[in-house]
């Protein structure tokens, strides 16, 4: 569903979905909101979702276990998931991406599609350089490697936040989200379990158990995979979207395509938006922080890749699946922030489990049921924070005000995630992993209290 939006219609949107969506939600019967999975937006947003999910996994998670495997220590290991940070800055060239044609193939596409496009051609290369190269031998070209693919990764994701927010009307974008999240959700498998399947594949026994050919192979694959999204963008609908008028100089083009799009978000919101930044920074520490060591930890722990790769593929992608189709449906029919409340809870209390599983040492069964749970946990989570970050947006600004806030919800958790493990190392595994359970804490309370104040608005708007 696509819709033409004026200025003015489009903070009537967002009032509507910051203060009305959990009254509206009540009305909609199971089968309505269900139903919303087989529009057309939602198919693209499933098959771009997995475009948007392949390349996170091969630069921080499935990376961290080749890492691992080839004998690069845990501390370095956790420096170097600060590649990822590439996402917690993409706010910085969001504009960019936001409003800068690119010359010929903007006039082709459009400006979501051509932005799309380039930046699946960026994480293809890096991709592919990451496969060529062999960390146990030159570990520094597979770091700028990992770069690139994160940068083009981030471009992407710009892109696609302002492509999928214009979609839809505020009423979908749970749904969209939830969508989105699937197919984020099935690459995230492909690029986990897939690769470590692959690379288990391929590769030649030796005595050392480490074999770069194997990785080469799998790395190699991924990069093929992206064809999904090129031929989504290809055949994919251009939003509409408003006219953008040029500007005259260089002071105004940062005014309108920098400065506004941040003003107008602290205009709209007011002192309550310091409260709303502040529940997108930690909202998912626990899961990123943790998130770091888990490939390392199933290395330490003896799991092969044809274990970690069977329970992720068979019982992780079922659950999560489950959980981000879930949490889409329980947003729309129960409210955006009791659904949230529900993912941060379940967040926190998964990583307790963890920290059982390393007391338990190598047990297949186990192992299974904690994945689950904890793929069940990420994939509620994901689908209702993803579409409460796209209620608080302003159409006219999609793309600078998403990655903004996206970038927000990455930077805290990214850092800290960088000392993950110099933390392992410390503690050892079984105490960091309560630990990340403890951080996520004070993410309920900031809950509670943005959900208090959204009623409060919500009465003040009736009377």
């Known amino acids: 569903m696509t819709s033409t939006v004026t200025p003015h219609a489009t903070t009537d949107r967002n009032t509507q979905s910051a203060e009305g969506t959990d009254d509206i939600a009540q009305t909609r019967t199971w089968r309505q909101s269900l ?39 845990r501390s370095t290991i956790g420096f170097l998931s600060w590649v990822g940070l590439a996402y917690g800055f993409k706010w910085c060239w969001a504009p960019l991406v936001d409003r800068l044609p690119i010359p010929g193939l903007t006039r082709a596409l459009g400006r979501r ?5 380039l930046s699946q051609v960026m994480i293809v290369c890096g991709l592919v350089g990451m496969a060529l190269n062999d960390p146990k031998v030159a570990l520094m070209p597979s770091v700028w490697f ?21 979609s839809g009307d505020a009423d979908h974008q749970a749904a969209l989200a939830a969508a989105y999240q699937t197919g984020y959700r099935i690459a995230m498998i492909w690029a986990g379990a897939g690769v470590l399947w692959i690379a288990a594949r391929a590769e030649v ?33 251009e939003p509409v979207q408003r006219a953008l008028v ?10 309108t395509a920098l400065i506004e799009p941040f003003a107008d978000f602290f205009r709209r919101f007011g002192w309550n938006a310091l409260l709303v930044l502040a529940l997108i920074a930690t909202y998912r520490v626990s899961d990123i922080v943790m998130g ?3 490939n390392p930890f199933y290395v330490d722990m003896g799991y092969s890749k044809d274990e970690v790769a069977a329970v992720s593929k068979v019982y992780g992608l079922a659950m999560t699946l489950i959980g981000a189709a879930l949490g889409g449906v329980l947003a729309i029919k129960f409210g955006m922030m009791r659904t949230l409340m529900l993912g ?10 963890f920290s059982w599983l390393a007391t338990v040492g190598h047990d297949l069964t186990w192992l299974t049921v904690v994945i689950s749970i904890d793929n069940l946990s990420a ?17 006219s600004y999609s793309a600078t005000q998403y990655a903004l806030l996206s970038s927000i919800m990455l930077l805290f958790p990214k850092w800290l995630a960088g000392f993950s493990g110099v933390a392992v190392d410390a503690v050892g595994y079984h105490t960091f992993f309560i630990g990340t359970a403890l951080i996520g804490l004070p993410v309920l309370v900031l809950i509670w209290i943005a959900s208090r104040r959204l009623q409060h608005r919500q009465l003040s708007s009736k009377t």
Do not use: C, H
């Not at 996994?57 to 080839?70: C, D, I, M, P, Y």
């Not at 599609?113 to 496009?117: A, K, P």
């Not at 040029?246 to 005014?255: D, G, R, S």
């Open 35 to 73: 139903a919303t999975y087989l529009e057309p937006p939602s198919l693209r947003m499933l098959a771009l979702g997995f475009a948007a999910g392949l390349p996170l996994l091969l630069v921080l998670g499935t990376f961290s276990f080749w890492l691992r495997e080839a004998g690069i220590n």
């Open 113 to 117: 599609r051509s932005w799309l496009l």
């Open 146 to 166: 990992a770069i690139l693919t994160a940068f083009g990764s981030a471009t992407q994701d710009i892109a696609l936040d302002a492509y999928r927010i214009e």
């Open 205 to 237: 026994a030796n005595p050392t158990n480490y074999d770069a050919g194997g990785w080469r192979v799998a790395y190699l694959v991924m990069a093929a995979s992206m064809v999904v999204g090129f031929i989504t963008v290809l055949f994919s609908r």
């Open 246 to 255: 040029p500007a005259k100089n260089l002071a105004e083009w940062l005014q």
């Open 292 to 294: 770091i060591m888990a």
């Open 344 to 353: 941060a809870v379940l967040s926190a209390a998964s990583n307790l489990l």
């Open 379 to 395: 994939g509620i989570a994901s689908s209702t924070f993803i579409a409460y970050m796209s209620s608080l947006t302003n159409i």
